[in-house]
């Protein structure tokens, strides 16, 4: 019996040393995730780091809801923001809201060095200006981009200030949904401007 105590005590002491050694412990340089407010460590050499999939994700919980992410879901990648930076909009089809099916569209972007994320919801057959015309349970909207002229910019959108690209949205029916960055937020707060022809 003495000899199984002292073998458990020179197992847990090996175990103590072993996981508090410093080959083993984090560092400080590289953070895995968030520090201990919940802030991502954006900037690695002065420079804004691209949206990753874990701050997305993270991002996807925390404003989508706990089971967002095991939802098929549509992923754009590049720099929609205008700042040379990588960022990432999700969309998926949200089942759990007590108003029906709603496509969301997750923005995530890291612009200027700080993390921002907005989430929209877009209704199906409803009369609001962003509604989405038909919900297809086989085939969901599709998300795409779209690079448009500075012309375009300032004479159909009113600002050629904004970032010319937009994030578009599909169901094939109905003229898309087209969001657009603005570094300026409006009065809401809101980055991403809804526009629709």
Not at 11 to 16: K, N, S, V
Not at 56 to 75: C, T
Not at 114 to 138: G, M, V
Request: aromatic share 10%; hydrophobic share 35%; glycine share 8%.
């Amino acid at each position: 019996m003495q000899m199984r105590n002292i073998t458990s005590g020179v197992i847990g002491l090996a175990l103590i040393l072993g996981i508090s050694h410093p080959a083993l412990a984090d560092e400080p340089g590289n953070p895995s995730g968030p520090d201990e407010n919940g802030v991502w460590e954006l900037n690695a050499n002065g420079n804004a780091d691209p949206v990753s999939s874990a701050q997305l994700y993270s991002e996807m919980r925390i404003q989508g809801g706990q089971y967002a992410s095991n939802y098929r879901h549509q992923m754009l990648t590049g720099d929609f923001t205008c700042d040379d930076v990588v960022d990432r909009v999700a969309g998926w089809v949200d089942l759990d809201s007590p108003d029906g099916p709603k496509f969301a569209m997750l923005f995530v972007t890291n612009h200027g060095g700080k993390a921002q994320s907005e989430i929209r919801y877009l209704p199906f057959e409803q009369s609001e200006q962003y509604a989405l015309c038909i919900h297809d349970e086989t085939a969901p909207p599709v998300m795409s981009w779209q690079e448009n002229s500075p012309e375009f910019m300032e004479e159909v959108i009113g600002s050629k200030e904004m970032c010319n690209f937009a994030i578009r949205v599909d169901d094939f029916m109905c003229d898309a949904p087209q969001f657009f960055y603005s570094e300026k937020p409006a009065e809401n707060g809101d980055h991403w401007l809804f526009f629709r022809n």
